[in-house]
């Protein structure tokens, strides 16, 4: 079975799968105005009573970032390590503040192309919260189960290829790379109501296309094969003439659906098609819910009382012989890790581990400090600018009618976890709208407390 949750609708397709043929037993399809997301997963499990479906739940990828790199090829004990040292120089956060997970593309050279997609944590409780009502088994990018159903209903796709998804509310490119999903860019425009006088919109947006594409191709240099995929009527909006005449080679994407039988109410959506192959194959590409999701064990046996105290005194002795090994056992371990990584190469990614680990600490979290500016912004106060630099204090640029307001937004700011030391730094009294022009400058966390420590 696989679910969704879109920005208008809850839908979900539940199918039997049998080698390369697929019998759907129902589609469903229900505005977001008419339910909520528990009664549509138990309206959906109702529907087929004494049955324990595999489950596979959908996200859209919006709030997450993909990035490449190559590492050198070391044994899959060694690789995690390797590829964490590596990630810390790529996302926009410390690694502790992200969830992020990674795939091996390609090996060439004793050299591994590792992709990453990568989220921060607090942006994905949304997800977590829904996944945990359904009591789902897997959750995936959207993106991850378009490929799988492009790769299962489509014979001309290669393994490597890009995917121009084209709706109302949203333009994707997709990148596949040895047929796994490498990369997500999300373009930034509505189709919903293109007149045509915003056509050189549409060219700007082909441009943007162009640019992007134009960063991959093939191994042997040549560009990668590009599809259409989408609604029909926004694909005509953006026409293959146009892409065309921009450079940009393109094929419609066809879907041979004859491979398909069962339920016809509905017409077979391909991303929740895509969520139950997962589903099936439990094979979950770029689970960024590792370490934050777990299915609820429903099935779990109670313990007769005696065998608990005969569990609970193993346990204790077990802790205790570890307690008392624990740091011979550490050493030796130590020791075998140093002479496996006594090489030049694993010399100098232990070094750039260590340096950014040092400049990771002190990246400030912009997410978090915005946040807390607009929870502390009275109302009547306007905040103009924010600036930033390293090893100095925080500048706030605003206005307000009464110079109270802005004492007001210091005092509030003041009380923020982080922020020390708020005080007005430059206060004016604009000529238009008889408005009051403040600075605020503050200290936050130990961004700006290291400067001391480098004088």
């Not at 109410?265 to 391909?270: G, L």
């Amino acid at each position: 079975m696989g679910l969704s949750a879109g920005a208008l609708y809850y839908r979900a397709c539940v199918a039997q799968i049998h080698g390369n043929e697929i019998s759907v037993l129902k589609n469903y399809l229900v505005s977001k105005d008419k339910t909520d997301w528990m009664h549509f997963v138990k309206m959906v499990e109702q529907d087929f009573p004494g049955k324990t479906p595999v489950t596979a739940m959908g996200f859209e990828d919006n709030c997450v970032g993909f990035c490449r790199f190559e590492v050198p090829i070391v044994n899959e004990k060694q690789m995690p390590l390797v590829v964490a040292s590596q990630a810390e120089i790529h996302l926009p956060l410390p690694v502790e503040q992200m969830q992020y997970s990674w795939r091996i593309l390609a090996e060439k050279e004793n050299k591994a192309t590792v992709a990453i997609a990568a989220a921060k944590r607090d942006m994905l409780s949304g997800v977590i919260n829904q996944a945990r009502q359904a009591n789902v088994d897997a959750v995936a990018l959207n993106s991850e189960a378009i490929v799988k159903t492009a790769a299962f209903l489509c014979d001309t796709l290669k393994k490597d290829f890009g995917l121009l998804r084209i709706y109302e509310d949203k333009v994707k490119l997709l990148f596949v790379k040895n047929g796994i999903l490498a990369k997500v860019t999300t373009f930034d425009c509505d189709f919903s109501a293109v007149p045509d006088e915003q056509m050189p919109d549409i060219s700007l947006l082909c441009l943007d296309i162009q640019n992007v594409i134009a960063q991959y191709v093939t191994d042997n240099g040549t560009p990668l094969p590009l599809f259409l995929d989408g609604s029909g009527e926004f694909i005509e909006t953006v026409s293959e003439t146009l892409l065309n005449n921009r450079g940009i080679e393109t094929s419609r994407l066809h879907y041979d659906f004859s491979r398909i039988s069962g339920d016809e109410s509905q017409e077979v959506d391909v991303v929740c098609l895509g969520l139950g192959l997962i589903a099936y194959e439990a094979d979950v590409a770029y689970n960024l819910f590792g370490e934050l999701y777990h299915k609820i064990d429903l099935e779990k046996k109670d313990i007769p009382r005696g065998k608990k105290k005969i569990l609970v005194t193993a346990i204790c002795l077990l802790l205790a012989i570890f307690i008392a090994v624990s740091y011979g056992v550490d050493k030796l371990r130590l020791a075998a890790y140093e002479k496996q990584m006594d090489t030049s190469e694993f010399k100098q990614l232990l070094e750039t581990h260590h340096l950014r680990s040092i400049i990771a600490q002190e990246r400030i979290d912009i997410p978090d400090l915005i946040r807390k500016i607009n929870e502390s912004t009275p109302k009547g106060v306007a905040v103009h600018s924010l600036s930033v630099r390293r090893f100095q204090r925080v500048d706030i640029g605003g206005s307000c009618k009464e110079p109270k307001m802005m004492y007001d937004f210091a005092q509030a700011l003041a009380t923020c976890k982080g922020v020390e030391a708020v005080r007005v730094s430059n206060q004016d009294s604009g000529e238009k709208n008889k408005q009051t022009i403040f600075k605020l400058t503050f200290d936050y966390k130990n961004f700006t407390d290291k400067r001391k420590t480098f004088r």
